[in-house]
């Protein structure tokens, strides 16, 4: 696993957005590159960054295929809170993505398991993910995949943790209640079935789940830890993110990814 830790959260996404549109630009095959792509305040930077590279012409998105982590069961994706939306305002909109190239989970579906399988066969139909990017919860999260969450899980519907539904309430006017109890999310072994895997972590709130992601035990009660078990995770991170790391291998990683410090 690469540990990039930058000197602050805008580096992180500035790194980040170099990574992945030199990833699309490199993808030199017919068949589309698939991306996967999260939602949360950790990948607003991201996106910004993402759309100033489109705008001054370093990157097109004409032939990437998008699949979202997740999505709130329950939200039309009218909602101003849905992952709809969010990708909308923050991404889709604002690039040459053809929308039919977007996948987002419908959160209003009556057949939320059918969802689920069509959502993996549709990424099976593409020959896989190329990259997935994502952010992890303060419990550790990775898309809404709740500690105890199988490690090989695929998509399927999760209740979210009272943490969760705490954390994300500052969406819904500060009531946890207003938060849905389930999303549909895809699994853990979704992600890391993906050929490559960057997360982004910024903040002293994310310092557990980064210390878990990246010294813990292999473990369902931290489902980020998951990502010891890929042979190309990547994790773009902050220095305030990293105030849990031991010493010794927080200097072991800054020595190993030394040019790569913005
Ligand atoms: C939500 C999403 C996760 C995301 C997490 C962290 O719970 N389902 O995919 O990683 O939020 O978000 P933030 O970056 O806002 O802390």
């Known amino acids: 696993m690469r540990v990039i830790i930058q000197e602050n959260y805008d580096k992180v996404c500035q790194w980040a957005a170099n990574y992945i549109a030199g990833k699309i630009n490199g993808h ?7 991306l996967g792509l999260p939602t949360g305040s950790s990948q607003l930077g991201l996106y910004k960054e993402l759309v100033k590279k489109y705008e001054n012409g370093e990157v097109s998105f004409e032939n990437v295929v998008t699949f979202n982590m997740d999505e709130y069961l329950g939200l039309p994706r009218e909602h ?3 992952y709809w939306t969010y990708m909308h305002e923050n991404l889709f909109n604002h690039v040459n993505i053809p929308e039919e190239n977007t996948n987002i989970l419908n959160g209003m579906t009556d057949d939320p398991e059918g969802e689920c399988e069509r959502y993996e066969e549709k990424i099976a139909s593409y020959g896989g993910v190329d990259l997935f990017v994502g952010g992890i919860g303060v419990d550790g999260h990775l898309a809404f995949n709740e500690p105890f969450t199988s490690l090989t899980s695929r998509t399927g519907v999760r209740t979210l943790t ?3 539904r705490i954390a994300n309430s500052r969406f819904f006017d500060y009531d946890p209640e207003k938060v849905p109890e389930k999303a549909l999310s895809v699994g853990i072994g979704t992600v890391t079935d993906a050929k490559e895997v960057l997360i982004l972590i910024s903040g002293h709130n994310k310092a557990r789940a980064l210390a878990a992601t990246v010294e813990g035990n292999v473990s369902m009660k931290w489902t980020c ?3 010891q078990l890929h042979n190309g995770a990547i994790i773009s991170c902050d220095e305030d993110a990293c105030g849990e790391l031991m010493v010794d291998n927080y200097k072991y990683f800054l020595a190993l990814e030394k040019e790569e410090r913005l």
């Open 80 to 82: 101003p809170q849905s």
């Open 162 to 164: 009272d943490d969760t």
């Open 28 to 34: 030199k095959e017919e068949r589309p590159f698939v």
């Open 225 to 227: 830890s998951a990502l």
